[in-house]
């Protein structure tokens, strides 16, 4: 609701700060892009925005109220409260302090950013809540219901995407032996003959520039088609069937010059293609994030910019980036297009009805 009382205040008043009410771009990264779909769905959005950016969103939407209400039945017990005048009076201290971390919200599980493990879902985050988001918003667009925006779509993600935040820290020390056991020993719950087949796709030499974190590197790559650029291939697809307008689709695989440490919340620095490096290029803070930039560097921020503004002002991408499923507009220092992109290992995931596994943001 706050999301849609900033869009109309957008479309009231645009016009004051020399913008344009029928160009508007919604765009969103992590639980921003999970927003953008649900924009995207509901009807109350309708006719607020024309354009819109959904980076590294969920790619599972379907709690429904009786879910969430009874998940948040957890933090109401914490606070000691009955009813809503209660809650209006708690110090901000108190608050914090009633927020169920450990016990919900299961979107923050750690697993996040792991292999899954068989029947462990995370979830749910984003709501069906009857009223800004009437259906499952993947009903929506199978089923042309109405109310949907129809809309030029960019959806984004990064290659290493579930890097930023890995369970394993020490993945660094891992041999190719410490790679094979553990991706066997996690897969073969869901298939006997999953952790090889992944195996066979996922080659710790298939695309190493520091040899030394190859097994990271491949084992963080995996992780991240399973848990966020497969499942938004997924989403990819149903949009362009549904939708008139022009839908995109990229995969970030630039790898910073050096190791970034997102922020404090995590100790861990990243070393490749992980959540957030397109926003950090986009809004020109990788020199904040690195500490110091290359000509590399400013290359990719230059290039995300160049996209993404021209798809704010003219409601499309130039035509070297086609659009979505005639080919994945790879970007990097430069674009390259690839029709197809890791068809073969979104496949397997597929093969293995590994989709509902996507991460919630």
């Not at 292999?115 to 009857?130: A, N």
């Not at 979505?324 to 496949?347: F, H, I, M, N």
Request: hydrophobic share 35%; proline share 6%.
């Amino acid at each position: 609701m706050d999301q849609l009382a900033a869009l109309k205040w957008v479309q009231k008043n645009i016009q004051y700060f020399g913008g344009d009410p029928n160009k508007v771009t919604i765009y969103g990264q992590s639980s921003g892009g999970t927003s953008v779909w649900t924009m995207m769905v509901s009807p109350l959005a309708k006719g607020l925005f024309h354009r819109a950016i959904d980076i590294s969103g969920s790619s599972v939407f379907k709690a429904t109220m009786a879910e969430a209400e009874k998940d948040n039945l957890v933090f109401l017990k914490k606070t000691g409260c009955q009813d809503a005048e209660c809650l209006r009076q708690l110090n901000v201290t108190k608050i914090l302090q009633s927020i169920p971390w450990e016990e919900y919200p299961k979107w923050a599980s750690e697993d996040l950013c792991d292999l899954p493990q068989k029947d462990q879902f995370i979830g749910p985050l984003p709501v069906v809540d009857g009223y800004v988001v009437p259906f499952p918003p993947q009903d929506v667009w199978k089923e042309k219901k109405e109310g949907y925006s129809d809309v030029p779509y960019v959806i984004g993600t990064t290659l290493q995407e579930a890097e930023f935040a890995p369970v394993f820290t020490n993945l660094s020390k891992w041999t190719e032996e410490d790679y094979r056991w553990f991706v066997k020993l996690r897969l073969n719950t869901f298939g006997e003959s999953l952790g090889d087949e992944a195996l066979g796709l996922y080659k710790t030499s298939e695309f190493c520039s520091q040899p030394e974190r190859c097994v990271e590197k491949t084992y963080m790559t995996m992780v991240s088609d399973i848990r966020a650029s497969c499942p938004k291939n997924e989403l990819a697809k149903q949009a362009a069937a549904a939708l008139s307008s022009p839908v995109y689709r990229y995969q970030v695989t630039y790898t910073p010059s050096r190791p970034v440490k997102v922020n404090n919340l995590f100790s861990y620095e990243s070393w490749f293609a992980f959540h957030m490096l397109d926003t950090l290029g986009f809004f020109e803070t990788l020199d904040y994030s690195l500490g110091e930039t290359t000509e590399a560097d400013r290359d990719f921020q230059r290039l995300i910019q160049k996209y993404f503004i021209y798809f704010a002002k003219e409601g499309k991408m130039p035509s070297e980036w086609p659009e979505y499923p005639k080919g994945t507009a790879l970007l990097s220092t430069s674009l390259s297009v690839e029709k197809d992109y890791r068809s073969a290992q979104c496949a397997l995931w597929e093969k293995y009805n590994m989709f509902p596994y996507a991460w919630i943001n």
